[in-house]
């Protein structure tokens, strides 16, 4: 994109990006106190969201749709502990990858995560190409690149990780402000507040009979899913 191009781009999506954020942070900033910093081991908490709810048409996911477990993470692309858990999640669902479905909701869980809106609509945008989770990684793989940018600088970044894909410009440009990628990525900060979510990572498994856990850290999510007998 020319200069000015870029200029009158990058206005327009923070502006959505600003509409996005008043919609959708207030709500979720209301219901949690601090980051997630979870030292103890609690027993997973029964919720009342369903399967539907938590993984609606369009969802970005991993595994057979139809697999007996469903397990939906929803993270913030600026949160430090989010990026350390890409692996382990990975590892972990490795283990089971015939029994499980993987979801990811990319949302804001901090005021001060300027960019995690933008990062999400990044991801979003890839995967109008089908590269969702190769920026998924990418972004948090780049996280420290965000600290601290405001809305321009952080929409310069996630175009040149986009160049670093070798992904079509033109289209990811276009994509950024499509109203399918907004409203995807509203619709991730929805279901969050309707599944109460208060920190992040937050893991939710809903089993083969129906019944929906909430796992409230990444300490709790790795020992269900590797307990003996949990998954069977």
């Given at each position: 994109m020319k200069s000015g191009e870029v200029k009158l781009f990058v206005g327009i999506l923070v502006a959505a990006v600003a509409l996005a954020a008043v919609a959708i942070y207030p709500a979720i900033v209301a219901a949690r106190n601090t980051p997630q910093a979870v030292t103890k081991i609690r027993d997973p908490i029964k919720a009342k969201v369903?399967?539907?709810?938590?993984f609606p048409d369009g969802a970005w996911h991993k595994g057979d749709p139809k697999a007996p477990y469903l397990v939906v993470e929803f993270a913030d692309y600026q949160c430090p502990l989010c990026a350390t858990a890409v692996e382990e999640v990975k590892n972990v669902l490795a283990k089971h990858k015939d029994k499980v479905c993987y979801v990811f909701h990319g949302?804001?869980?901090?005021g001060n995560h300027t960019a995690a809106l933008i990062m999400a609509q990044a991801a979003e945008a890839a995967g109008q190409q089908g590269n969702f989770w190769e920026m998924h990684e990418a972004l948090f793989k780049n996280q420290n690149l965000f600290r601290g940018l405001p809305d321009p600088d952080a929409v310069d970044q996630v175009i040149k990780i986009a160049k670093s894909l070798g992904l079509d410009m033109m289209k990811f440009s276009a994509d950024l402000r499509n109203e399918k990628v907004l409203q995807g990525q509203a619709r991730s900060g929805?279901?969050?507040?309707?599944?109460?979510?208060?920190?992040?990572?937050?893991f939710f498994v809903v089993t083969p009979k129906g019944e929906t856990l909430k796992l409230a850290s990444l300490k709790e999510f790795v020992v269900w899913m590797t307990k003996e007998g949990n998954i069977q």
């Open positions: 369903t399967r539907a709810d938590l949302i804001q869980i901090q929805k279901i969050a507040i309707e599944a109460e979510v208060q920190a992040t990572p937050t």
